[in-house]
């Protein structure tokens, strides 16, 4: 069993930044940061495998950076350049085998998630 907590969401003026943390108890292959806006589907943001291979959703590549360290159990999202919609609840989470995607149904331990809120 694998627990998640984030942290870091808030408020943020558009252009701002934010960090979000997500500490875990156990180290899974693949990690991830999804988000689910008011009235939408939840949608996958970024993923790191164990390797520090990472992939990101087109709608934040070059703003967003998602990073590990399993040595203090802590999954990182930096987000720069924030828009407004990317106003959400963003959720870590962690799946295990060794083929990682952006699919929500593929994770099997989720965070409680942070909100974000980013003003105009």
């Known amino acids: 069993q694998v627990q998640l907590v984030e942290s870091g969401g808030g408020s943020v003026q558009a252009g701002g930044s934010l960090r979000l943390s997500c500490a875990y108890t156990?180290?899974?292959?693949?990690m991830a940061w999804f988000r689910q806006a008011p009235g939408k589907e939840r949608e996958g943001v970024a993923y790191i495998t164990d390797l520090h291979t990472t992939v990101y959703a087109d709608s934040v590549k070059g703003r967003f950076t998602i990073s590990r360290d399993n040595a203090k159990n802590i999954l990182l999202l930096q987000m720069n350049s924030l828009k407004p919609e990317d106003a959400a609840t963003y959720y870590c989470a962690a799946k295990g085998g060794s083929f990682c995607r952006l699919y929500e149904s593929d994770y099997n331990y989720w965070g409680q998630g942070t909100q974000v809120t980013v003003s105009s």
């Open positions: 156990a180290s899974t292959y693949c």
